[in-house]
């Protein structure tokens, strides 16, 4: 009877030794993928989110709420919040990420860019942008101004001061 045990014991041992190799292969294939079944797995791990949440803030404080399309580029993001402001002659607008300092590629969408949900936008300006003012329109109460309009779907903006 001890030597049919050890037979048993022997075979037991073979199945798990299989086993176990056919694990270790399984994850170094794993290892080995195309960039497409990475983008595929990423995709399916991705949440999906069908707005964003976007806090523009300017330099003296100032905070632009404004909701978008995860498919909107950065550009349409721009325009919006540039709409929003008086004395923008002579100063050119640009919108950036930190940390590290990321200006944002205005081809680019705004899911591509990493900006979904939510996230805080600062708002710069090339050339003088010292005399840039948010229209008093935006302070106080949501707008959803006719030249706010992005792929037929209403931007909604709120604006604050401190």
């Not at 299989?18 to 195309?34: D, L, P, S």
């Amino acid at each position: 009877m001890t030597g049919g045990s050890k037979g048993e014991v022997s075979a037991s041992k073979l199945i798990q030794q299989e086993m176990q190799q056919k694990t270790e292969k399984v994850k170094r294939e794993q290892n080995f993928q195309t960039k497409s079944m990475r983008d595929l797995a990423k995709l399916k791990r991705q949440r999906v989110y069908p707005f964003a949440v976007i806090r523009f803030q300017f330099s003296d404080g100032t905070a632009l709420y404004g909701r978008f399309r995860t498919g909107e580029t950065c550009s349409a993001m721009k325009g919006v919040v540039e709409s929003c402001l008086e004395n923008v002659e002579g100063s050119e607008l640009f919108l950036y990420v930190t940390p590290p300092r990321k200006e944002l590629d205005d081809f680019r969408s705004i899911q591509d860019e990493g900006l979904v949900p939510s996230s805080k936008v600062y708002v710069g300006f090339k050339g003088d942008g010292s005399n840039v003012r948010l229209k008093e329109d935006c302070f106080d109460r949501q707008v959803a101004a006719a030249g706010m309009v992005v792929k037929g779907e209403n931007v909604m903006m709120k604006a604050e001061s401190r």
